[in-house]
Structure formats: C-alpha cells, structure tokens
C-alpha cells in the first residue's frame, strides 16, 4: 500500500507527490511517479551529513553519499542565507569514494545556519538537514553573549520570528459564521477521548459524528508530520498547578536527532524559556532522558491560554490552561496534633469552588481510609481531616484553588507515654482548625456574593427597561427550564407567583424591537415556560404581546375559558390565565395562541415532601453512643418521583466515603456512622427536596468520651521551702459528660518515676503539694476523669523549684592531663562550698584563643557526673582554654577560673611501628604490596632499603599520615629480598625488616629411584625439583599408596633432603609412593615411583597341566553414578555430577544439546579418579537444555544424559 501525502514542493506540474521512508533516519524523500520503471529508483542518502559545532576561522565541511538510478544531482541551500559566493561555498565531488562535499574554508559566525541538501533525479528527490553551530572568539563572543542577555531582558517579539498555527488575538482574522475556532482541534489533538465531549461544548460543536471523522484524518495528517522529527510520542500529561505554586506539564517524546529545535507558542506567539526554572525567565523546559516538562512559575491569571510544543515546526502537543478566579479568605494554618489523634486544615474561599486540590509533602491526596475531604453545602469552606496521625505524616500541606495555594505545616508529637513496642489505642480527640468561626465568614462572603448578583440582574434589568419592548417572537423560541418563582416554606402559606420568560439576550430582544417600527404584525414578547404548581395553592401563567391583541387559551388542546377554577384575563399587551386551587386534573400542556403566534409551557401539580409526625418526633431524639461505637440514623418518608435525599452535620454535607456511610432506599433513607470520634457530635440533618420545594429534619449526635486535657498554662499560685501550690482551667471538652475530679501526678527532676499526689474535686482547679524539698524542682501533670474515663495530660511547662534558688560555687580550675590533636584530657577539684545542696554533675565550656565566646560542651540537663572529662571536640594546632561549672538542683552556679591555654597537637614522639608483619609471601605476577603503620610526632622522613641498598626505580612508594607502603606492580623472584623501613624525626628513628618472598608454586621433582637393603625397609631417593636451588624454603612431602586400602597417605613431610627411607615394607604387597615438592605458595604436582612389590620374576605354577593366566583389569567404560535433572533459577550456580569407571582410563566428554563443551570457558569441567564434575557460576536461559556425558577407551564406550531447565 502506498502513501501519499500533499508535497510542497520539490513537485512540477503533473508530477505526484509520494512520502517514502528512508532506512537512514531524518532523510525525507518524495517520489515524482506512482510505479517505478523496472530497474530505476529514487534518490536516497547512505550517508547523511553530521551536525557540526566549529570555531570561527576553522574549516568547515559536510559530507554526503547518495545513491539512485539514474544518478541523482545534489545540491546544498541554507534557511537564512545565499550559498551562491563561491569564495565561501564549495561544493565538490569525489567519484572514488562517491562523496558529496559542501565546503566553507575560514567559517564565519553569520554562516551558523540550517542548512539543506538536496539529491534529485526524474523520479524522485531526496532531502536532509543539518545544523552549524560557529563558537565566536575574543571580543566577539563578549559581544554576543551581550546581544542575547538583551534579547533575553528586551522584546523577543522582534527576535523570534516563527509562527504557530494558532494565530495570536491581535492577527487572528475576523470569524466567519459557523467557522470553528483552531484552537478547538489542536486542543482535541491531545486530548482524552474522555475529554471530546467537554471540549465540544465549549466550542459549541454539536455534531459529534462529524467531529469525530474530522478529527481522525487531521490526527493521520499529524502523525505524519510529526514522523519525520521524533520516533515516538507518550504520557501527554496536561498543565496542572503543582503544589509548589508551579504549573507543568509533562510529554514522553524521543527525538529522531537531539539536535532539533523546540518552541513554545502561548496563544500562537512564541515564549522564551530556559533550562532550568530560574529567576532569569518565567518559563523552563527540562529534558529528563525522553521527558520533557515545561513549568510555569509566577502565575497570574494572564497566564491561561493556549500552550504548544512544536518540533522545527510540527506541533507535538497542545494543552489549554483555565485559571479560575478565586483566592482564599482564610488560609489554612499549622496543626500540632498527638500521635494516634486527627489532624484537620480548613480554609474558605472568595467564590464556591465545588473541589480543590490538597497536597502532603508534594503528593496528591485523595479521599479514603487516610483522608476526608469536607466541602461545605455553599462551596466556600473547605476541610481536609488527616486521621489517625503517626509520625510519618509530619509535614507541609497545602490546598490549592485555581492558581492560588497555601500551605502549613502538620507537626506531630509523639506519644511519651507509649510502651516501648507496643501501639497505642486511636485517640478521640481532633487537633487543628483555623481557630476562627469560618460558617459566620461564609456566610458574609454568601450574602455579598448574593448582592453583587442583584446587582447584575438590577442592571440588566435596567437596560432592558430602556429598550422598547414590542418585538415579536418567534412562538416557542423563549422556551426555558422550569422554575418556581417563589419556592414554597415547608408551612405552604403563600401561593407560588408563576411567570412565563424569555431567554433571549438584550441584544437579540434590542433588534427585534427595532424593528417594531416598521411593521404592525403581532408577534409574543414573553411566551410561556414549564412551571410547577403546589396542590391547593393558586398558580398564573402569562404572557406578552408586542402590540394590543386578542388570544385564545388551550389546555392538552382543548379550549380554556373563565370559570370552573380558572379565571383569564387581558390587560392591553398581557394575558393572563390564573388557576385559582391546583389540583391533579390541573396537570397538563397549556397553550396560549394569537393568530399565527402561540407559545406553549407544561404545568405539573404536586406537594412538597412531607415528615409523618411520629417519624419526626423519633428522628429528632438525641443519638448518644460511647466513641468508638457506630451512631445511626433513619428516617422512614413517602415514595416520590425526583426526590433528592441529602444528610448534613452541622452545615456540611456528607459524603460516602471514610467513616461515614449512607444508604439511600425508595421509602427512607439512613445515615451510619462507623467508629464514632468525640468530634463527630454536632447536629444531624436530613433534607429532602424536590421541584415544589425542600423540608428538614434535625436530630442531634452526641458521642461520649473521656474529657479532653485541662487547659493551661499551669500557673504557681505559691512556692516555699516546704509548700507549692499549682493552679489550672477546666478542660475545653468535658467529653460529653461532667467531670468529676482531677488527678495529679508529681516529678522529681532528675528523676524518671511519677507519682500519684491525690485527687482534687471538679469544683477545684488549684493543688497545695506539701511532700516538697527545698532548692528541688519538680515537674507535674494534672488529668481531668470523667464516667467515660482519663483524660491526657496538662503538664507544667517549666520545673516549678521549692523555695529560693541555690547554686553551687565554683569548681578548681582545670588542669590539662594530656593533650593530642584529637583530645584532650582534663581533670578539677569540686567547689569547696556547696551551699548545703548536693551537687549532681558539672558543665565543662571552651573559649578558641582569640576569640570571647564561651561554647559549652554539654548541656545542664546531661551534667558531667565525674571530675574529669575528655574534650573531642576540637580542631588540629588550635589553643583552647577551660572552665567547669557546677550543677546542682537549682541549676548551674559560678564558673571556675580557666585553665591554661593548650594546644590540641599531639606530643613529640620517637617513631614506632604498630603490628608491623615480619615475613610475606607473593606469587610471582603479581603485585606486592607492603604496608606499615606507624606512630610519631612531629611526621618522620621514610626510607626504604632493599638488602640495605637503594630500592629500584619501579619500585612504589606512597606514604600517607600514618602509614607507608611499598608497591611492586609485577612482582618476579628477583624481588625477593630483606627490605628495612627508616622512620626518622626530631626525636629519634626506628628501622624494622621485612622477610619479602616472591615465589610461585614449585615444579615437579625429578624421577623417583627405589632401592631395599634391609628388609622390610626401602630407600626412597629422587631428583631435586628445579626450584631447590631458588627458594631456600622448599621442602619434600612423600605419599604411599598399597594394594591392602588403595588409599593414600603423607608418611613424610618437611624433607629438605632427596631421600627417604620407609618402613614396615611386607613383601607380597604392591607398593606406590609420590613425591611433592612444596613452598610457601603450596604443593606441586606429584612426581610419581615405580611400583614397588611386583613378583616380576615369578616362575608359572603348573597344576595337571593347566597354566594360570594373570588377572587383567582391563574393562569398558561403565557408568556408576548417572546424572541427575536439575530445575535451577536464572542467576543461581549448578553443579553436576557422575561416576564413571574403566581400564584404561576412559576419556571423558561433556555435550549440550549434542555439542561438545569440554573447551567452553563458561563451564568449569573436572574429572577426579572417576568423578566427573561440570560447574556453572550463574545459569543464564540459554543454559536449559539435555547434557550428556560420554566415556570411552580402547573396549568400549558409555554414557548417561539428564535435562536441565532454568527457571525465571
């Protein structure tokens, strides 16, 4: 299938169009025919030109390779510019390599452009950009940087030239009748299919089936364009106001070359933005990876409109930012809530907002099992309940409306008194609110609200009365929704005043006025509508003629005159029929014609909803429950069409959701609330509305809890030497019962028991404790019970002392123990007079020289309990001097004289070395490394010796404070030596050697000679292995092996000798013996013996003629122990394994899936006398699969398979 596309150029006359896709990304190539001859093709690129960033005064080039059959013809052009001056522009031809050149020797900064190549031929043309960038030097690029700063701070309308496809206000042309808005389907090209709906009834666009056709062939049109810049576009996110006081919106785009241009367009004019989001510019794109946010930050209502991103200029999303106007009256404000209790934050606003937007700690919060979201019936004030607070919840909230916000914090206490591990039980108690009486400023901004709307309707009114008022109307035209006037009390006692309007604007109703004045033709001025009338009560219905004319009145068709109930009247330009009791048969389509004229409006008859009094009477009773019990509501009412049920506390209406449950039925409705809080108490409201009018009922929830906190502060009425008495205020909440006596606890400072004092009565608000010592502080808490149970606590904030305040003299002066950099020790006497007051610990306090401030080291309340204290907290060759004071129950007394000024450096010190190793072993290859820490002070001089001589040059020495270390990288036996480390001061030196053996594991000894010449006894003797004579640390370890246990075992070890003689040698036995050269790096290979034990000689015993042959161990492979299937996850190790025996000893290979893997390095393969073994480090999928081993020899062949599968 082939596409095809409107070109805009590169086509002649009878020539077509055809997109083609290029294998070579950002090549565009438009083919002139529809079928190509056999044999030819278009022009394409193989090598497209490279984006180029360049000094000024460089040389600078492009280079393309094109193909196509015929050959195509390339050419170069620029966006902004001429290429035509040969003495800056070369282009040139290499048929060798088949390149295309485009030259500009000694670039300049005005060629910095995008510039185009071209490839043509008679079917088709191929094109490309490319960018260059020229890097300006010297006083230019000052310049420039000047130029831009200016282009920044100045009018970027003179700088940016592009356009968007929305056109600004002020260049927009005059709107046509029944053309639609531009911006309605850039907005509906990155829109929600959810959104479509909205959208077109803003704009007005009712034919949703022509949209929807509309919109599918501009979004393939779209598409198209936007193919050719970016590979993929998702997660168009719209612009929303963060919690931050920021607006952003985000988009995925992955972009076919980065270096591509991005515009922003508001309302169809280009913004500048930055980077980063800075003070320099209102507006920020920030590419994260493929994501691209733009962000707003300032805003003001001028900032809604229209926002576009375009790529070159392909548009690549489009959102439209609605800025409500509203502002907050009462903003809400910090809550310091308790563990376990609710939080609450309330605001109001200036205009009904029916949802805002509420952020904890930057994230979005919804309404759930965490949260409650409130709104009052008016819309104006506006709750968030955080329940159930833990620490975790501390933070910023914030609530935002339009682009208005605020915040506060929700501050969180943790619960003192909690056991350790265990959790809590919830608290009934809610913490927060604005602190003022929000229903009494709503109301005010209600009643203001409600004026300036009088106001308006006053004024329109005004205008309309100026204008004439006989212009016809079109019957039918003015036809509204129903409406009652005048809507009926729940008494019934006043008749609802009907009336019949028009919706015509003033405008409208202005021109068909005018034109009154030249024709005499009847025409309605105000026709009827649908109304609602109350059974028994009087109803009108009216209408206005533009001129003196007779009517005639209908009602389902038939013809109404006076009497039987109802009473038609006429007064010049009105008519009017007037229904004197409504009743059932009173229903119905009334009509109201005048020559060709008539206008119509339905009547329906009906009654406000209605309580059955004993229901009333019942639902009007108190509902009091203990908290933590379910509270519920019911309330039994008669079946109606278009009945609306609400439920309201305390003026809000509640939602389903959190705590709160409603159920709503045909004949009644109930209200449940679930694990009832103290602050759930308030009035209870049901209400019921309908067309002809609205009736409540109120109730009333009262939730028992114990009492809330006495309130504070404590006051001291009085304190002594023996007597304090305390003072405090009743509680806020008394819990929804009396309280009957307060409970007061006492502590000691210091001290971490609380003690009961007593009781008071609730009629007593003050304690005289008696129980007190002089110069002691004590701390108390007082509790408020009632019937429900405690309250929590009111606790003094500061420590109350009995009597007058007693300090302590002043301690001896410090003395200076010792001192280092890091430390320094000090040490006092206590003060000689304590004043009669036990003293409990003392504060230590430092003073820098050259400096007045005195910086205590520990707080009063963390005193120092012994005389003497190590200070840390110091800086390295800085002088400090010391004073203590002492701390008694009154608080801390004089400070002491200070003690001498120390420097915090450590002592002169002769250099030693600390743990130092004596004797280290390297495998030749690789590095050596030497490391020695030391002490010493002032920092010493480090040498190092090898054999007492100069260390080479390759040789590493790295010396940091405390340590030294030397480094060979590649380390041979030659390093091998005695090295000494110097450590050399003003005080004194020290030396240390270090045993440095580079060495590797010894080769084998040579050939093992057995020799008996004692019986029972052999002589073991062999050639000495090549390394004897380079490590003097070699040694020889002797294995045996017998025919009796087939086992072997060290009967020799640590021999630096080549022979050996081994005992208890039977005769009759076979006898096998290996020997090992070893080291400190490890063992050798074994260099094995004859067998020793053999009966060589042996003369063949004949018995009755028949010759015994030997026993042969020769035998096929044979499998002993198969391998076992294995089901491992991807990542885990594997190990397998088998048996296999045979003589000689078979050769055994391992294969997967029938190929061999014995050389595969992602295998570990060994065979160990038999036990054949394959171990994997990690699985990986391709790992799974049937393993087989084989084992053959000169008899005969075996093997065993098993499956593995990898699991994910």
Known sequence: MIRKSKVTDGTAAGQVGIKKKSKVPGVMITQFIETLPEGKSHPDFTRKPIALTIQEGKFAFFKAIVIGDPTPTVTWSRNNGDVSDTSRYQSKYDSTSNEHTFEM???????????????????GQAMVTVVLNVIEVGFKKDKAQKQAADA????????????????????????????????????LLSADKKDYEGICAEFGVTDYRWMLKKLNEMKKEREEEQAQFVKSLSNLRPIQVNADGTASFEIDMDLIEQSRSIYLYKDGEMIPYTKELGDKLKHSLKQIGKRYIFSMRDLMPEDAGLYQLDVEDVNMFSTDFKIPMVDFLVKIQEVKAKEREDAMFECVLSNPFSKILWFGKNMPLEQGDKYDIEVSEDKLIHRLVVKDCMVADKGIYCACAGIKSCSAWLVIEADKDAQKGKKTARKTTRAGGSGQDLQEIAKEQQAKLEKEKEERKEQMKASEEAAPTNTPVVAGSAASKPRVVNEPTMTGSHPPVVEATTTGSSDETSKREAATDFRSEPGITSGLSNIYALRGKSAELQVKMNIDSDGTWFKDGKQLNSGAGITITKDGNSHELRIQSCSDDSSGVYQFTSGEHSTQGKVTVGDVPEFDPDDLHKFSKPVIVRAGQNAAFKMPFAPQESLEVNWFKDGTELKDGGGVKIVRERNHSRLLFRDCLRIDTGEIKIQLKNPFGAIEATSELIVLDRPGPPEGPVKTVETTSSIIEIKWNPPKDDGGSAVTNYIIERQQTGQSLWTKLGDVSADKTSFRDRNVTHGKKYNYRIYAENPEGISDALETAERIMAGIMILAGPPGAPKVVSASKTCINLTWTPPEDDKGVPIIGYQVEKR??????????????????????????????????????????????????????????????????????????????????????FEAEPPPQITWLKDDEQISAWINIINTEGTSQLVIPNSKRSDSAIYTIKAKNSVGEASFDIDLRVTDEPKVPGPVELEQTVHGKLVISWAPSPDQELDDRLYYMVSQHDSLNRVWKTIADRLFTNTYTASNILPGIEYHFRIYAKNDMGLSDPSPSPTWGININKVPVTSNGIISTEVSFERPPSILVPLKVHTPPKGYQLFMTCAVRGYPTPTVSWYLNDICINSDNNYYITNSFGVCSLYILRVRPKDSGEYKVVAVNSFGKAECSAKIFVRD
Do not use: H
């Not at 920044?152 to 042309?173: A, M």
């Not at 390297?922 to 590095?927: C, E």
């Open 848 to 933: 820098k020289k050259d400096t007045n401030q005195w910086i205590p080291l520990n707080a009063v309340n963390e005193p120092i309990e012994d005389i003497k204290y190590a200070v840390k907290d110091i800086s390295e060759g800085s002088e400090y001097e010391f004073r203590v004071t002492a701390i008694n129950e009154s608080g801390s007394g004089d400070p002491s004289p200070p003690s001498a000024m120390v420097c915090a450096k450590n002592p002169n010190m002769r250099p030693c070395f600390k743990d130092p190793e004596d004797f280290i072993v390297v495998r030749a290859g690789n590095s050596a490394r030497v490391k020695i820490c």
């Open 105 to 123: 020797p000694n670039v300049a900064p005005d060629q910095a452009d995008t510039y185009k190549c071209f490839a043509t031929n008679e079917y």
């Open 152 to 187: 920044i701070e100045g009018d970027f309308k003179t700088v940016l030239k592009r356009k968007s496809k929305v056109r600004p206000k002020s260049e927009q042309p005059e709107k046509k009748e029944g053309e639609i808005d531009p911006k309605f389907w850039e907005i």
